[in-house]
């Protein structure tokens, strides 16, 4: 086991913190999230505070942080107006727009249009979803949660999902190869993710057989010993 190095997460300073999060929480996935204002103006902005929290409901979750004079973030205010939001599912064909959609535009800018990527009108919600992402997923705000001045958690239900037609089986299985999802790594770092395997979890006798099998390996039977 190698040796740890540990942090007191009471002494440590806000900054400390993050990059202790988010350089070993990963690869965080990222929402590339479309909303609209109260006058319908589009806005889209990523966000690796990102994840799906539950199945039944739906759920998905984003951690939007306020400005340093803890005005809201164009995002976080379009769905305290509107209650709803979309995330589309960052793919390595997007990542440098997504990357335009991360610039601190001013309220107004409609950064789909600014990243040259697709709006399309959303079937249950008001905000659009981008025609170019693999998968989208059109979203009731459900509870916001205000976990600090600065900060809230926004959690979804999700009404409607929009996926390539070709990544999508009859069983609802998604083809994670050609969905060529984006991770958020620490700092300014990403992560592809066509390194893929299967690896599925074992029933308590799948287990007892595995260490089994091991154990005969590493104990070769009295026979062979004595024959030696
Ligand atoms: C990959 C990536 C992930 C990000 N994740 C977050 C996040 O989880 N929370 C957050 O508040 N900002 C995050 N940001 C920064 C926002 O995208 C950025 O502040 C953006 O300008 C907000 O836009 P808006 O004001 O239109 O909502 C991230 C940026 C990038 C590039």
Redesign the pocket.
């Known amino acids: 086991m190698s040796e740890k190095t540990s942090f007191d997460f009471s002494t440590l300073s806000e900054r400390q913190k993050y990059k202790l999060l988010i350089g070993a929480v990963v690869p965080r996935p990222?929402a590339l999230?479309t909303t609209v204002d109260p006058e319908g103006r589009i806005?889209?902005?990523?966000?690796?505070?990102?994840n799906c929290l539950s199945a039944e409901p739906a759920i998905l979750a984003?951690?939007?942080?306020n400005h340093d004079d803890l005005a809201f973030?164009?995002?976080?205010r379009n769905i305290r107006m509107t209650g709803v939001f979309t995330v589309n599912i960052v793919s390595d064909g997007i990542l440098k727009a997504?990357?335009v959609?991360?610039?601190?535009?001013g309220?107004g800018i409609d950064?789909v249009r600014e990243a040259g990527l697709t709006a399309i009108a959303g079937a249950k919600v008001a905000a659009p979803r981008i025609g170019e992402s693999p998968a989208a997923f059109e979203c009731r705000q459900h509870v916001t949660l205000e976990i600090g001045a600065s900060r809230q958690i926004i959690l979804g239900e999700v009404l409607a999902a929009h996926v390539n037609a070709a990544l999508v089986n009859d069983r609802f299985h998604i083809d994670p190869y050609g969905l060529d999802a984006i991770g958020?790594m620490g700092g300014h770092g990403?992560a592809r993710t066509r390194d893929y395997f299967d690896l599925p979890t074992m029933s308590v006798a799948e287990w007892e057989n595995a260490k089994r099998a091991a154990r005969a390996q590493q104990d070769p039977p009295l026979k062979c010993i004595q024959s030696r």
Not at 73 to 76: G, I, L
Not at 101 to 105: I, K, N, Q, R
């Open positions: 990222i999230v806005n889209a902005a990523p966000f690796s505070f990102f984003l951690g939007v942080e973030k164009d995002t976080a997504m990357n959609c991360a610039v601190p535009f309220p950064e958020r990403y």
